[in-house]
């Protein structure tokens, strides 16, 4: 019994290190950031509603709504950008430009894209830039993806609705901010988070067809949402092992039932050929 205890009290005592050194690791890591990148990053909201009203001026400066791209019954993928980004955001639009050029449905149609500036002091002829630079890109059509400028109040509703952490590096005249697009309901809510540069053809058709909430996408899409989750780990969807050895087993059991009765049907069939062909070689006396 003292053994026993003993042991136990050496495995609590070394759970409790190796917590603490887990502590303390990643403790280490948060302080070993470069002061850049601290309090930047993403605080998930999934399903939160969008600021639907905020008000922005569109690449040819005209003043719109953040809601005038929700009309149209189709899922959006919101980006927070800038024009005048040194690095992240070319990689970030780009990959997503070449992601989104590997899928059937073209922007303008199946979906929308809206970008919005979080540099508050981006003029609209920028943007214009931007967006006929990434149009060259794409190549698929020239409608369904703004680029969005607006005062600081608008922004920051934007970014504090998605949880998108970022700041202002005022030696570097720069922002520091994560790399995410967020594919938005037709209504506005928030549906996924999709992290990096690159964007597998995949993982944009799939969030599309989940952000449509059905409005978009085939049966076979519908099967494959139900048959794979998404994975924030990998930025990937990844198999349901459950339900596809489910959707499997109710396959099976449907192709045995419908093998039964057909050999039940071919049997009767088989019985009523043999009774009326006796009947024919051997008829009934009639009284």
């Known amino acids: 019994m003292r053994l026993w205890i003993g042991r136990t009290i050496a495995s609590v005592a070394a759970a409790l290190l190796l917590a603490s050194g887990s502590l303390r690791a990643e403790s280490a890591i948060l302080e070993a950031q470069p002061e850049e990148l601290k309090n930047v990053g993403v ?11 905020a008000a922005f001026r569109n690449e040819d400066g ?4 953040l809601g005038d791209y929700f009309k149209r019954g189709t899922p959006v993928i919101l980006s927070l950008n800038y024009s ?12 997503l430009t070449e992601g989104l050029r590997e899928i059937e449905w073209v922007s303008g149609q199946e979906f929308q894209i809206v970008s919005v500036s979080i540099d508050p002091s981006e ?6 830039e931007t967006r006929q630079k990434y149009l060259r890109l794409y190549r698929r059509s020239r409608d369904g993806w703004n680029f969005l400028v607006g005062g600081r109040g608008s922004i920051e509703r934007v970014a504090e609705a998605v949880g998108f952490r970022y700041k202002y590096l005022p030696a570097k005249r720069e922002y520091s901010h994560p790399a995410v697009a967020v594919l938005c309901t037709p209504d506005g809510r928030i549906s996924r988070y999709l ?4 964007f597998p053809e995949q993982t944009l058709r799939l969030s599309l ?9 085939t049966a076979g899409d519908q099967l494959l949402l139900y048959c794979f989750h998404y994975d924030p780990l990998t930025g990937t969807y990844a198999p349901r092992a459950a339900r596809i050895a489910m959707s499997v087993g109710c396959c099976l059991t449907v192709a045995l039932l419908a093998g039964g009765l057909a050999m039940l049907w071919s049997r009767d069939a088989s019985s009523l050929t043999i009774e009326a062909s006796t009947e024919l070689h051997h008829p009934t006396n009639a009284d």
Do not use: F, W
């Open 195 to 198: 992290y990096g540069v690159r």
């Open 62 to 65: 005209q003043i719109v709504r």
């Open 123 to 128: 003029q609209p002829h920028r943007a214009l």
């Open 84 to 95: 005048n980004c040194p690095m992240l955001c070319n990689t970030q639009l780009t990959g």
């Open 209 to 217: 067809v989940e952000a449509s909430e059905g409005k978009i996408g």
């Open 43 to 53: 605080d998930e909201h999934l399903d939160a509603q969008l600021p639907l009203d």
